[in-house]
């Protein structure tokens, strides 16, 4: 499957705070953040990053250049040792 043609950044956003904390070239992500599969199974470039915060769990959300929902993951910091 080929790539599509990417808008040129990602934005990382504060999910409290509604912040920028960054913007990155889609070409320094590797392809894995930079493209999401949307419900058709068709790569889509990932434009907007969301980062929420809650404990010891961060959620981030991804978005499409159309402001479209793609995928959401779940990150569990472990506990110290």
């Known amino acids: 499957m080929s790539e599509p043609k990417h808008p040129g950044t990602i934005q990382f956003v504060d999910g409290a705070t509604k912040e920028v904390t960054k913007t990155v ?3 320094e992500v590797p392809p894995s953040i930079r493209f999401a599969k949307n419900e058709a199974g068709e790569l889509v470039p990932v434009v907007k990053i969301v980062a929420f915060q809650e404990g010891d769990r ?17 990150q569990v910091r472990n506990p110290s040792r």
């Open 58 to 74: 961060r959620t981030l959300r991804e978005y499409g250049p159309e402001g479209q929902f793609l995928r959401s993951t779940v």
């Open 25 to 27: 070239d889609a070409k």
